[in-house]
């Protein structure tokens, strides 16, 4: 053992730990950001999830969606910002004192704390020999080891967690992006043909639509042949008629951004789209109208080719834009919040009229379907569906008037039947008579009794001990007392009849 | 480290110097070691790890409890480690009728030379530099008692008279786990007492083969003493030299601090299954053991893998499990190593 330190052995040794200083700042630093690692990936997958949902929403209401560039953009910067705070933690938190170095390099080293104990003993001046030994051993451990690396804490990271949320990032990134080619972000430039060819319209008040647009022989022109017949009205609740500030659905932020003029690619072309009704549509209502013309001879086919959810976005646009057509089609895409708003408002004004004739209203569904070739879902029966709800409701509920089986709201309920018919719970059908558990047996045999021989007497000789004992003495009157008996009763039976005559006749 | 700091001394002004005498001293405490250890183990087969540890309470100035089923060598190492020592040897059996004045001495009636009678006491087996106190949980808790006072002041009172036992002075005592019939636990406060709790288990199956060779034929191996008190005491002031970090320092009463409940460093089956953890004597038995380790591994100073070294039979008889604890089966020193894996090593 080299028990020799230098004088300045202290100066020394921390001019020796600044190597490991450095390595435990940049391990810190390292830690800290692999640390981060699980972070980075949960806020990729989180801001995956929530570009889908948009993608989803826009896909299916047309609400506006952020690009697959933009979300690039704010998921490198939320990385990139995620790594500087590492970065910072890690350094702010490194241990930069000497002793802090000395001990991680023991520790790291297995070198029994002898650094840290030697840097120690040599700040507090002990100059016990033992002492002096230890600083002499640190020392030269120090030396022994000073390029090599401190401890640094690193954590374990999970890397097939982190793998699976980034493969799980991947693929909700790609699915968002998947969407955009079909719906979302369509050039504007391009009309896109097919919504446009699957609007199912009908035809407009020419009264309505002369107050409301400033070409209305055009729209008229472009909408009867489609037709083939003459227009029939359309019966149009007050809240139904297409005044746009009077439109149920608040929430719809196309028409809003409409109003100011403000429109997005999609919101221009929604309003492309319904602008055969929407006289305050923007200037794409305008080229709209060529396209209609266009596709005048396809739409005797165009039942046949539609599809459903197209059919329920064109719907959604033209009720957006405020046009009645929205009736029309919209009958398969009635779960908007405009539409239960809408229906349910129906239903009230129905519910109050209960008692007008509705033949009026068969024969305007029929001529509606007949004039959009085929059946088409009625929509005045858009009423509330009925309840599920199997609570008992002892009555107090309003009974409906499509309620019918044994659930269903209002009312008594029938029996919900017996316990036998729930599965599980075993009913028995009869009980088996046995008294005792484990198996009895009984036999019969056809035996005739035969008498035994006996050594004193036999059963078929047998008498009885006396003459009298076998025979029935009856007691004979004699001639006279039976007629003084026979005398006895007949008076007596006289005399009863008698008393219950006088009883009867004093009652 | 702070007020230290006060008292830096300029590293141009540090002392440059080698250190001998501390050389010689650790050189002197090894090879006494060796020596009682190469002695001990002539008799005493295997368990080199149990031999360290008593040799280890013996050099820091501590008490030892051996702990095992009957016919482990238990009384064996203990007697031999007297035969090894020139030292007063006693041996007490305990036995549930044994009483403190059986331990501690009595006052008796004497004939004195002028014809009359006078009192005079007569000294106990306690009173001796080596105390075998075998079979120690068979007396009733009354008469273990009686070794409180020995035990921690190094005196005993008898008869208002208060007698100071020779130095040095060590208590090697002997128990049957407590399961074991005719057995009455130990209290807390005479375990305290004890630097470290042993637990002596069975032997290898090398060690049973050196075993038979060595008792069942007609070897007769002949025990040397080859120390002395004197020696003894001097090693342990050497012991008591050996410097201590403010690190491995702080690093010791967390260790303490998380054997006991509800305190920071505390584990959450500490908190949950532990009803008293160790006492500061605990961390003073801590640090001693961890300075005979250094010595013994050729370091100047205590370091943190030391404590973490003798941490289990320091603290095992230290830590009282609850009702949680003992219900759940826990082990003291699965617990210890929890803890030792717990506590952090770095100062700050």
């Known amino acids: 053992m080299n028990q020799d330190y230098p004088i300045d052995s202290l100066t020394q040794m921390e001019t020796m730990l600044d190597h490991g200083r450095r390595r435990v700042i940049s391990a810190n630093i390292t830690t800290e950001l692999r640390a981060s690692f699980n972070l980075i990936t949960r806020g990729v997958i989180a801001i995956a999830i929530l570009f889908l949902i948009l993608r989803v929403l826009a896909w299916s209401f047309g609400t506006p969606s952020p690009s697959g560039l933009q979300i690039i953009t704010i998921t490198t910067l939320f990385v990139i910002s995620v790594c500087l705070f590492a970065i910072y933690k890690g350094y702010k938190g490194a241990a930069t004192k000497t002793h802090q170095v000395a001990e991680r390099l023991d520790i790291a080293q297995e070198t029994h704390n002898k650094v840290a104990t030697a840097i120690e003993l040599l700040k507090s001046g002990d100059e016990s020999p033992f002492a002096q030994a230890a600083i002499s051993d640190g020392w030269k451990t120090l030396k022994d080891i000073q390029q090599e690396e401190p401890l640094s804490n690193d954590p374990e990271l999970p890397w097939t967690t982190i793998a699976r949320n980034l493969l799980i990032a991947i693929a909700l990134f790609i699915t968002a992006i998947s969407l955009t080619p079909k719906n979302i972000l369509p050039d504007p430039n391009q009309p896109n043909p097919t919504p446009i060819n ?3 319209t009908t035809p ?26 003459k227009p029939s009205p359309i019966k149009i609740s007050p809240e139904a008629k297409p005044s746009p500030p009077q439109t149920p659905n608040k929430n719809n932020p196309s028409k809003s951004k409409g109003k100011s003029g403000n429109h997005s690619p999609s919101e221009s072309r929604s309003s492309k789209s319904t602008s055969k009704s929407s006289s305050s549509g923007s200037g794409g209502g305008s080229k709209s109208k060529p396209s209609d013309k266009k596709q005048k001879p396809a739409k005797p086919k165009k039942p046949k080719k539609q599809k459903p959810s197209k059919d329920k976005k064109d719907d959604k646009k033209s009720k957006n834009g405020g046009s009645i057509s929205a009736r029309g089609a919209s009958g398969a895409s009635s779960k908007s919040s405009a539409q239960n708003e809408w229906s349910s408002k129906i239903k009230a004004k129905a519910e109050d009229s209960e008692d007008a004739p509705q033949d009026e209203d068969h024969d305007d569904d029929a001529k509606s379907e007949n004039l959009r070739s085929g059946v088409q879902p009625s929509l005045k029966n858009r009423s509330a569906k009925v309840s599920r709800d199997l609570s008992l409701s002892k009555g107090k509920g309003k009974k409906q008037k499509k309620s019918r089986g044994r659930g269903g709201p209002g009312g008594g309920k029938k029996s919900r039947g017996t316990a036998s018919m729930i599965m599980g719970v075993p009913v028995p059908g009869f009980v088996k ?30 008498k009885s001990a006396s003459p009298k004992e076998n025979t029935q003495e009856h007691f004979r009157p004699s001639t006279s007392t039976a007629f003084q008996a026979k005398q006895y009763l007949i008076k007596y039976h006289a005399e009863n009849e008698n008393k219950t005559k006088d009883d009867k006749a004093s009652k | 480290m702070k007020t230290k700091q006060k008292t830096t001394k300029p590293a141009s002004e540090a002392p440059a110097s080698d250190s001998p005498v501390a050389k010689e001293q650790a050189e002197l405490f090894r090879s006494v070691f060796n020596k009682l250890q190469k002695e001990i183990q002539k008799v005493f087969v295997g368990q080199d790890d149990i031999v360290e540890n008593v040799l280890s309470v013996l050099l820091s100035d501590g008490h030892l409890l051996l702990e095992g089923v009957p016919g482990l060598g238990k009384t064996l190492l203990a007697s031999t480690l007297a035969k090894t020592l020139h030292l007063d040897f006693s041996r007490i059996q305990f036995t549930p009728d044994l009483m403190p004045a059986d331990i501690l001495g009595t006052m008796v009636l004497e004939d004195n030379k002028e014809g009359g009678h006078e009192l005079r006491f007569q000294e106990g087996p306690v009173i001796s530099n080596f105390v075998l106190a075998d079979e120690i949980n068979r007396a009733t808790p009354k008469t273990q008692s009686a070794m409180l006072e020995a035990m921690q002041e190094r005196q005993v009172s008898v008869a208002r008279q208060t007698i100071k036992l020779p130095e040095p002075f060590i208590v090697i005592a002997t128990q049957n786990p407590v399961e074991q019939d005719g057995t009455y636990p130990l209290p807390e406060a005479q375990l305290d007492r004890f630097m470290i709790k042993l637990q002596v288990g069975y032997p290898a199956e090398e060690d049973y083969l050196g075993i038979l060779n060595r008792t069942t034929g007609t070897q007769v191996s002949d025990l040397e003493a080859v120390s002395n008190g004197e020696e003894i005491i001097k090693m342990r002031q050497i012991v008591r030299n050996i410097p201590v970090s403010e690190q491995v320092q702080r690093y010791a009463v967390r260790l303490i601090m998380a054997t006991q409940p509800g305190s920071p460093y505390a584990t959450e089956a500490v908190n949950n299954s532990v009803s008293l953890g160790a006492s500061p004597r605990g961390i003073q038995s801590l640090i001693l053991m961890g300075k005979v380790r250094a010595l013994i591994g050729g370091r100047y100073a205590v370091s943190c893998q030391d404590l973490c070294d003798v941490a289990i039979p320091v603290l095992r008889h230290r830590i009282m499990l609850g009702f949680e604890g003992i219900s759940a089966r826990i082990s003291t020193d699965d617990l210890i190593r929890e803890i030792i894996e717990s506590v952090e090593k770095l100062s700050d």
């Open chain 1, 204 to 229: 407009l008040d020419p009264k309505l639509i002369k107050n409301q647009t400033d070409k209305p022989s055009e729209a008229e022109s472009s909408e009867t042949p489609n037709t083939g017949a």
């Open chain 1, 198 to 200: 699957n609007i199912v």
């Open chain 1, 433 to 462: 008579g046995r008294l005792l558990p484990g198996s009895t047996k009984s036999t019969q045999e056809e035996i005739k009794p035969t008498p035994k021989p006996s050594k004193y007497f036999t059963a078929s000789n047998l």
